[in-house]
């Protein structure tokens, strides 16, 4: 058997083993079967306990409290493997690390292990922050935990809760201070089992556009009774906590999108390969290869950017309040777009439910959109980058880069360092060494850098220092920030996935170059142009052929890049630039 | 040109029931819980899987149907750009709706009435105007946009022909009395080898047609798609419309008219979606403030009503053209078809940034909006999709380079000029190629000598994309005029049309009055295009302030946001 070259691949290929042929619908957790509950409404509580007999619970777990998790990377690919067949899964199950990601990142040790052993014992845990009235703002919030008999009284309502009704501890976050503020909400791990079915009501599941079987609803308390051991954390770190823990799982949500982009791209390639259109197969037209091939390109970037900030929660917890913003908004922003894009090929078979294979695709379209909305959505995430502006302008321009702590969240042969939750930090005060390292590392690319990526390297070094000029430029305000600083955010997104596939091929272009199955996305770094060509003409969009949008050769780097795509398709591999083997071989 | 016909703003709001305010009245307030054709009624409906029962009674006790019916069979259909407003209204309110009761009917009759007989164009206005149904049969799944290789066959048997095989997603497929069939009835590869047949389904013998399970849908989910499977099914001789062989180029033509009217009825969707976008942005309090108060949000409103006017121009402009210059058409309502749907899904998606969490829901007040997300996208994929809309259009691009728009004169005003009347729509008139005529994109020289310098500013570098476009598709590779076409081609297509809607949108406001005739929406609405083209410059602030001043205008004063701004019930 041969070893991955990426170790947490070794994880997915055991577990995709395990689930077999998503394509089968004998198998549990099928497309089918997911689909059906789909239509049904109805939570996958039995695909859900198979999850736990194949101890998946573990990888929402730090090792250092009992779990699996050495590296968060396990975690993202064990959230994408579930997306990848059914987001309603992956959220209806992966939800239990939002749950506990607080006592993670917040708590004691204690505490942590109350709550680890919680998860590991097949517990599910939610994570309560929103309320009708005021979904992000966090701050606003009216739930209350009033300090009575030694703890506390809770009340108040948390909505649009996922699992709000089928958890069985619910990680909750209250005002403790009337006068509320950063440091006037605390963190309360209800245990419904202890409260008792009187303690407290679960409000109605809601109706949902997709994820349908997904249990979002809420939770009531009418003077909840807390013990003061319940308390996670200190009194009043409630915000700051959450605010940490919302870094990891801004990071790691991303798997649910890599999973969407995987699942609706086999759709749609395997619609290419075998539908006929004026005599010839859609996908030897090139209109409609172009559509795979960039939506290929995109996934690449969104998966190479996930990788390196998945590490980077170990490498640069300092620098994950930018990071985690970035990749929350780039990767269900560009999947969404990916879904779409795919769509226009796909025609009706886009828009059709049927209960067939034709009928998948639209399915998710419908789950993926919730992806951007929950846990901060863009336009929180933009806000946060846009709060950065001055760090990152300042140390941009003074070269200021962890050079270390980047090539250990690039180099994916090396276990990442332990994770150290005190390292995070609500402001990044060193910027993201990620981008602001480019300018030397392009300054300085290996002998044998072919000559478009290294032009094309430089092209983005420009773009980059021309953004961060506008960004230096930028007077921060509280609360009216004008809609040209999202704009600028978005650019500066786009600066730092090219910078993450720069520090990526230069970090792993020989080992993972060296593997059979990859060897050709890897060679004359053709994943690599590919990615930056579609990024600076996102930065730069432009009329075709010419100095913009498509490279100038009319994007005939994408055109090379169908081969690859096909071949990992057909050959049952994940579509990444690491060799990842699925029980999905379409020969 | 004698026959002109009065503008519907000549008798806006007339009495007749009839018109668009006529059936914003019968519709009613959308937001009041109690109205069975209001927003709550619609999405009990979509939840259902069923077409809104009350919604189609009200459409027959005012004979929709009608709209689709020329004048000179009964009906009141003079105008295309006045269908469109008109069924806009109900596609403000229910998109299912207007697609399951309305416009599938005309994209079924438009074939009739440009190519059949007197006695096929008298039965099928009777059936229409005696609030009957017909469908449209095209579409076999294996084949998708790609008419040339349909399979159904009508094979010529004594009295008439024997029909076998399939058609799938016809919408009302089993409730319908008269079916359009496009069939085989040649063996050649080439375009003519198919033929129209209008059958009337209450004659054919039971057994030998069946009709299909439904296809469920992500959207429009009460509509009713089927199917249609003939096996050795007779048809009468006299079904056949227009000349055998015929149907490619009678398609070629009467889906002119139907390209152009879809995307314009649709715009009324994206009026429901801003509506509803706006009343949560009103009511919303963030960060101690409204959403309505966040730049980024007014921003977002404001761009979505330049999007729909957009929308509104080029889509109008393309039904106007159908009636004063049938030349150009066939470029002209590919591009309304493939620009307009496009522009309303991504504002569509831009809203859904802003509603948030609320418009993942199928419930609570904002649920209508989660309803017009899901429904939208059909209207991409109805009746030709992206791909073949440009299709239509790139292969007469090194023609329109070459003659078209180095010296095209202007069209005349009355192309523009909503209130103007219009000369009868002559189907026969449609060219199925424009060779090379395109008088349109010349607005945009014209508009480089606006007296408003910002018009006149981006006119003049929107008449440069032309000249650019012009070296480059004047030279396009002969590989790029066929099936193979390469992606560069695809996006000179875009980017030509990106031109026309810009150029739509210049003769709107020089032969507009009131809000039509102010430069500030233009100048957004060029900020817009120019955008798509790469251009990274904002809205300009004030441009955007006394935009977002006028939305906010509308929604207060019950008005549509398109370029009519008729008022609305509620």
């Known amino acids: 058997m041969s070893h991955p070259p990426y170790a947490p691949y070794a994880l997915t290929e055991r577990l995709e083993r395990r689930f077999g042929d998503p394509g089968d619908a004998a198998r549990a957790f099928s497309l089918a079967r997911c689909a059906e509950l789909d239509r049904r409404a109805e939570f996958p509580a039995a695909i859900c306990r198979e999850l736990d007999e194949a101890g998946v619970a573990a990888?929402?777990?730090?090792?250092?409290?009992?779990?699996?998790?050495?590296?968060?990377?396990?975690?993202?690919?064990?959230?994408?493997?579930?997306?990848?067949?059914?987001?309603?899964?992956?959220?209806?199950?992966?939800?239990?690390?939002?749950?506990?990601?607080?006592?993670?990142?917040?708590?004691?040790?204690?505490?942590?292990?109350?709550?680890?052993?919680?998860?590991?014992?097949?517990?599910?845990?939610s994570w309560a922050l929103t309320e009708r009235a005021h979904g992000s703002d966090l701050l606003a919030g009216e739930v209350t935990a009033v300090p009575a008999d030694g703890g506390y009284r809770v009340t108040g309502e948390k909505w649009l809760i996922n699992n709000a009704t089928r958890s069985d501890?619910?990680?909750?976050?209250?005002?403790?201070d009337p006068a509320g503020g950063p440091r006037g909400f605390s963190l309360l791990l209800m245990d419904k089992r202890r409260l008792g079915p009187d303690g407290y009501r679960c409000l109605p599941k809601v109706r949902t556009h997709g994820v349908r079987g997904a249990d979002i609803s809420g939770i009531g308390f009418d003077g909840a009774a807390a013990g003061a051991?319940?308390?996670?954390?200190?009194?009043?770190?409630?915000?700051?906590?959450?605010?940490?823990?919302?870094?990891?799982?801004?990071?790691?949500?991303?798997?649910?999108?890599?999973?969407?982009?995987?699942?609706?791209?086999?759709?749609?390639?395997?619609?290419?390969?075998?539908?006929?259109?004026?005599?010839?197969?859609?996908?030897?037209?090139?209109?409609?290869?172009r559509t795979?091939?960039?939506?290929?390109?995109?996934?690449?970037?969104?998966?190479?950017?996930?990788?390196?900030?998945?590490?980077?929660?170990?490498?640069?917890?300092?620098?994950?309040?930018?990071?985690?913003?970035?990749?929350?908004?780039?990767?269900?922003?560009?999947?969404?777009?990916?879904?779409?894009?795919?769509?226009?090929?796909?025609?009706?078979?886009?828009?059709?439910?049927?209960?067939?294979?034709?009928?998948?695709?639209?399915?998710?379209?419908?789950?993926?959109?919730?992806?951007?909305?929950?846990?901060?959505?863009?336009?929180?995430?933009?806000?946060?980058?846009?709060?950065?502006?001055?760090?990152?302008?300042?140390?941009?321009?003074?070269?200021?880069?962890?050079?270390?702590?980047?090539?250990?969240?690039?180099?994916?042969?090396?276990?990442?360092?332990?994770f150290d939750p005190d390292r995070l930090g609500l402001l990044s005060r060193t910027g993201c060494s990620l981008l602001q390292g480019l300018p030397a590392v392009v300054a300085a690319l290996p002998a044998g850098t072919p000559p478009a990526v290294a032009d094309a390297a430089r092209r983005l070094c420009a773009a980059a220092a021309d953004v961060h000029a506008r960004m230096a430029a930028h007077r921060p305000t509280a609360r009216a920030v004008p809609a040209a600083a999202f704009d600028l955010a978005r650019e500066y997104v786009l600066c730092v996935t090219g910078a993450a596939c720069v520090r990526f091929w230069l970090h792993n272009r020989e080992r993972a170059g060296g593997a059979e199955r990859t060897a050709g996305l890897w060679d004359g770094a053709l994943w690599l142009e590919a990615c930056l060509t579609r990024v600076l003409g996102a930065l730069r969009p432009g009329p075709p052929g010419e100095d913009g949008g498509d490279g100038g050769d009319g994007g005939a780097v994408y055109d090379r890049l169908l081969p690859e795509l096909l071949a990992q398709y057909r050959g049952g591999f994940l579509f990444s630039p690491l060799p990842c083997r699925l029980p999905e071989e379409r020969p | 040109m004698t026959h002109a016909i009065a503008a519907p703003a000549d008798r806006a709001d007339r009495a007749d029931q009839t018109g668009p305010a006529g059936l914003e009245a019968r519709l009613g307030d959308p937001l009041d819980p109690a109205n069975p054709l209001g927003h709550a009624a619609v999405v009990a409906a979509d939840e259902r899987g069923e077409i809104l029962a009350a919604g189609e009674e009200m459409l027959d006790a005012c004979g929709l149907n009608a709209e689709f019916v020329p004048r000179s069979l009964g009906g009141r259909f003079e105008r295309a750009d006045r269908l469109a407003e008109t069924v806009r209204a109900v596609f403000r309110r229910d998109v299912t709706l207007g697609l399951g009761y309305g416009i599938t009917n005309f994209v079924a009759a438009a074939p009739v009435w440009a190519s059949g007989d007197a006695g096929q164009r008298a039965w099928l206005a009777r059936l229409l105007l005696g609030n009957r149904r017909a469908a449209a049969a095209y579409t076999e799944l294996r084949h998708g946009n790609d008419f040339t290789r349909n399979e159904l066959t009508a094979l010529p048997a004594a009295p008439g022909f024997v029909v076998d095989g399939r058609k799938e997603l016809v919408n009302n497929a089993e409730r319908a009395d008269a079916v359009v069939l496009f069939a085989r009835t040649g063996d050649g590869p080439g375009s003519?080898?198919?033929?129209?047949?209008?059958?009337?389904?209450?004659?054919?013998?039971?057994?030998?047609?069946?009709?299909?399970?439904?296809?469920?849908?992500?959207?429009?989910?009460?509509?009713l798609l089927g199917g249609i499977e003939f096996a050795g099914c007779p048809v009468p001789g006299d079904a056949l419309l227009g000349e055998r062989g015929g149907a490619m180029e009678t398609v070629l033509k009467a889906f002119q008219v139907t390209r152009a009217v879809l995307p314009g009825v649709v715009v009324g969707a994206l009026d429901t979606q801003l509506r509803t976008a706006l009343s949560f942005a009103g009511r919303r309090v963030l960060y101690g403030g409204t959403v309505a108060d966040l730049p980024n949000a007014r921003s977002a409103l404001a761009g979505a009503f330049?999007?729909?006017?957009?929308?509104?121009?080029?889509?109008?402009?393309?039904?106007?053209?159908?009636?004063?210059?049938?030349?150009?058409?066939?470029?002209?309502?590919?591009?309304?078809?493939?620009?307009?749907?496009?522009?309303?899904?991504?504002?569509?998606?831009?809203?859904?940034?802003?509603?948030?969490?609320?418009?993942?829901?199928?419930?609570?007040?904002?649920?209508?909006?989660?309803?017009?997300?899901?429904?939208?996208?059909?209207?991409?994929?109805?009746?030709?999709?992206?791909?073949?809309?440009?299709?239509?259009?790139?292969?007469?691009?090194?023609r329109l380079a070459a003659r078209g728009w180095p010296r095209a004169e202007p069209p005349p005003d009355a192309l523009f000029d909503l209130g103007a009347g219009l000369p009868p729509l002559d189907f026969g008139r449609l060219a199925i190629?424009?060779?090379?005529?395109?008088?349109?994109?010349?607005?945009?020289?014209?508009?480089?000598?606006?007296?408003?310098?910002?018009?006149?500013?981006?006119?003049?570098?929107?008449a440069a994309e032309l000249?650019?476009?012009?070296?480059?598709?004047?030279?396009?590779?002969?590989?790029?005029?066929?099936?193979?076409?390469?992606?560069?081609?695809?996006?000179?297509?875009?980017?030509?049309?990106?031109?026309?809607?810009?150029?739509?949108?210049?003769?709107?406001?020089?032969?507009?009055?009131?809000?039509?005739?102010?430069?500030?929406?233009?100048?957004?609405?060029?900020?817009?295009?120019?955008?798509?083209?790469?251009?990274r410059e904002r809205v300009p602030a004030d441009i955007e302030a006394r935009l977002t001043a006028e939305l906010s205008a509308r929604f207060d004063d019950h008005l549509t946001f398109d370029l009519y701004a008729r008022r609305l019930a509620g």
Not at chain 1, 261 to 277: E, K, N, Q, V, Y
Not at chain 2, 436 to 457: E, F, N, Q, T, Y
């Open chain 1, 292 to 418: 795979l091939t960039t939506a290929y390109t995109d996934l690449l970037i969104a998966e190479v950017l996930s990788l390196v900030a998945t590490r980077a929660i170990h490498a640069l917890p300092g620098e994950l309040s930018v990071l985690s913003a970035v990749v929350k908004y780039h990767v269900p922003t560009s999947v969404d777009a990916l879904i779409a894009n795919l769509g226009q090929t796909m025609g009706a078979r886009a828009f059709l439910a049927t209960d067939d294979v034709h009928g998948l695709f639209q399915k998710v379209e419908r789950d993926h959109r919730i992806v951007g909305i929950f846990d901060g959505n863009t336009l929180v995430n933009l806000n946060a980058v846009i709060n950065h502006f001055p760090v990152l302008a300042r140390m941009f321009a003074e070269g200021r880069a962890d050079e270390t702590a980047v090539a250990a969240a690039a180099d994916v042969a090396q276990p990442p360092p332990e």
């Open chain 2, 192 to 223: 003519r080898s198919h033929s129209h047949l209008l059958v009337d389904m209450t004659a054919l013998p039971a057994g030998r047609r069946r009709y299909l399970p439904r296809f469920p849908t992500a959207g429009v989910r009460g509509c």
């Open chain 1, 59 to 125: 990888y929402y777990v730090p090792a250092r409290f009992g779990g699996a998790v050495r590296t968060f990377e396990d975690t993202l690919q064990v959230v994408r493997l579930m997306a990848r067949r059914d987001l309603t899964v992956a959220i209806g199950h992966g939800k239990t690390f939002l749950g506990g990601v607080s006592a993670w990142v917040g708590a004691g040790p204690d505490q942590a292990r109350r709550v680890a052993a919680e998860v590991l014992g097949g517990g599910v845990v």
């Open chain 1, 169 to 176: 501890v619910v990680c909750l976050l209250a005002r403790t």
């Open chain 1, 229 to 289: 051991g319940d308390l996670l954390g200190a009194p009043g770190g409630g915000v700051e906590t959450v605010l940490k823990g919302l870094q990891l799982t801004r990071t790691l949500v991303a798997a649910l999108s890599l999973g969407a982009a995987d699942r609706a791209l086999r759709l749609c390639t395997g619609f290419a390969l075998g539908h006929a259109l004026y005599g010839r197969r859609l996908v030897d037209l090139p209109h409609a290869a």
């Open chain 2, 433 to 462: 190629n424009a060779r090379g005529a395109d008088g349109l994109s010349a607005m945009l020289a014209v508009a480089a000598d606006d007296a408003d310098p910002r018009v006149a500013a981006s006119a003049a570098r929107l």
């Open chain 2, 467 to 535: 000249a650019r476009l012009r070296r480059r598709c004047r030279d396009l590779p002969a590989r790029d005029r066929t099936v193979l076409a390469s992606r560069a081609a695809f996006d000179l297509c875009e980017r030509y049309i990106v031109l026309l809607a810009a150029a739509a949108c210049i003769g709107v406001r020089r032969n507009g009055t009131g809000f039509r005739a102010e430069p500030d929406w233009l100048v957004g609405a060029l900020a817009r295009l120019e955008a798509r083209l790469g251009r």
């Open chain 2, 306 to 398: 330049l999007d729909l006017l957009v929308c509104d121009a080029l889509s109008t402009v393309g039904a106007r053209a159908l009636h004063l210059c049938p030349a150009e058409t066939s470029v002209l309502t590919a591009a309304v078809k493939y620009l307009v749907p496009k522009i309303l899904r991504e504002a569509s998606y831009d809203l859904s940034v802003l509603v948030g969490a609320r418009s993942y829901l199928r419930e609570g007040p904002y649920a209508i909006f989660e309803k017009m997300m899901r429904d939208l996208p059909l209207v991409t994929f109805a009746h030709a999709n992206a791909a073949v809309c440009q299709a239509t259009i790139i292969p007469q691009l090194p």
